[in-house]
Structures are given as structure tokens and as C-alpha cells.
Nanobody, 115 residues
Framework: QVQLVESGGGLVQSGGSLRLSCAASGNIVDFNTMGWYRQALGKQRELVATISSGGMTNYADSVKGRFAISRDNAKNTVYLQMNSLKPEDTAVYYC?????????WGQGTQVTVSS
């Protein structure tokens, strides 16, 4: 199994920044994709950004230019630097790790952006 532990969520004003972290532990395989998804109240979970173990990134159009995903393969940790936050970014953010076996999910961390 893989366990994902998230941190860094909280309350921030519009235009502010937050940095989310997610550390994976357990039976990690070398080739995987880690990323962040979010689910706003009353909406479906959506992809925010992903990054492969090789460094290939993918961003939702809504966060391009504002968010940056990165990872430390040695620490099995993924980060999401969130800048120029908007109220519409308010959601529960979930860490994800996907390998050839299955996807794994964190418990979610709340990000609230006030107007």
C-alpha cells in the first residue's frame, strides 16, 4: 500500500499564496505520476496538476501561470505552489499518486480563499 500525507492547506486572502506538500510512503514504485486534484463544494473532483517521475507536467487551464507543481523523487514528495489565488480556487485539495497498480489518494486538505 501507499500512504499520502498532505499539508499546507489553510485560509488565505485573494491574491495570496499557499504551498501544499504531499509525502508518499509505503510501497512506492519508481515510475509514477503524482498530482493534485480538487473538489469544490457541490462540484465534481477535477484535476489541478500532475507531474511524472520524469518531470513531465500537466495543468488545468484554470491554474496555468498561477500554480506550479514540483516533486522531489528522493523524498517521494510532491508540492503545489499556488500563487495569485482566487476565491474560485476554494476547494478540498487531494494528493494523488498513480502507478501501474492503481491510484492512491490522500485525505484531502482544505484551501479557502477569501474575497
Amino acid at each position: 500500500q501507499v500512504q499520502l500525507v498532505e499539508s499546507g492547506g489553510g485560509l488565505v486572502q485573494s491574491g495570496g499564496s499557499l504551498r501544499l506538500s504531499c509525502a508518499a510512503s509505503g510501497n512506492i514504485v519508481d515510475f509514477n505520476t503524482m498530482g493534485w486534484y480538487r473538489q469544490a463544494l457541490g462540484k465534481q473532483r477535477e484535476l489541478v496538476a500532475t507531474i511524472s517521475s520524469g518531470g513531465m507536467t500537466n495543468y488545468a487551464d484554470s491554474v496555468k501561470g498561477r500554480f506550479a507543481i514540483s516533486r522531489d523523487n528522493a523524498k517521494n514528495t510532491v508540492y503545489l505552489q499556488m500563487n495569485s489565488l482566487k476565491p474560485e480556487d476554494t476547494a478540498v485539495y487531494y494528493c494523488n499518486l498513480r502507478d501501474f497498480r492503481k491510484p492512491f489518494w490522500g485525505q484531502g486538505t482544505q484551501v479557502t480563499v477569501s474575497s
